[in-house]
């Protein structure tokens, strides 16, 4: 009975590869997000999805696409990994009236 | 832009010593607050939340007032213990549908025996 799940929750690959996390709410919300935590552990928005909609697409680059198949699941494909891409990303959702976000577990992410 | 700012780390106690960790934020409007906290290797959990001036948010033994004129949410517990040795981020989220939370770097703290 998870809240946010992820999957997978260790990725490890080469440079050049493409890859995708999965995330998944069973809380009702209507908003998902995802976050990267760098390696000092900050935390900063990449994009967020209302109702399957993108409604924040921060400074990212294009070979991030997130892509909403339904209220419940927010994915994210990374193209062409490069070095610079390891990182944790969190998935998170909320529903808007009371704008409490809940976290996944995170996918740690290294790029060889 | 709204930001917010929580004092550098790590921070290092002993059990049942106080902890207070701090945190400003800068924002238009009135923003909903949080205290979220990670412990080593795992997601962000809702430590606890305030939504408006002088609100005071409370989980676990921790606490934070909303101090709209101080523009601060500073977290305290009176007497810390070696299992709440993790890190804590101060958030803000402007109160917009759907909008971002704003984290600040984040305070690791340790708590040793």
């Known amino acids: 009975d998870t809240a946010v799940s992820q999957t997978p929750k260790y990725l490890v690959t080469q440079m050049g590869n493409d890859k995708s996390i999965k995330c998944e709410q069973n809380l009702g919300h209507d908003t998902m997000y995802w976050y990267k935590q760098d390696s000092k552990k900050f935390l900063k928005i990449m994009f967020s999805y209302n109702n399957k909609e993108l409604i924040i697409n921060e400074t990212v680059p294009n070979r991030f696409s997130p892509k909403s198949p339904d209220k419940a699941h927010l994915n994210l494909h990374i193209n062409s990994l490069e070095l610079g891409d390891s990182a944790v990303y969190f998935c998170?959702?909320?529903?808007?009236?009371?704008?409490?976000?809940?976290f996944g577990p995170g996918t740690r992410l290294l790029v060889l | 832009g709204d930001s917010v700012t929580q004092m550098e780390g790590p921070v290092t106690l002993s059990e049942e010593a106080f902890l207070t960790i701090n945190c400003t934020y800068t924002a238009t409007g009135y923003p909903s607050l949080f205290w979220y906290v990670q412990y080593p290797g795992e997601g962000l959990q809702l430590l606890l939340k305030a939504t408006k001036a002088d609100d005071k948010g409370s989980n676990k033994g921790f606490e934070a007032t909303y101090r709209k004129e101080t523009t601060s949410f500073h977290l305290e517990k009176g007497s810390v213990q070696v299992s709440d040795s993790a890190v804590y981020f101060c958030?803000?989220?402007?109160?917009?549908?759907?909008?971002?939370?704003?984290f600040g770097k984040g305070t690791t703290l340790s708590v040793s025996s």
């Open positions: 998170a959702s909320s529903q808007d009236s009371a704008r409490t976000q809940y």
């Open positions: 958030a803000l989220s402007a109160n917009q549908a759907g909008t971002a939370l704003i």
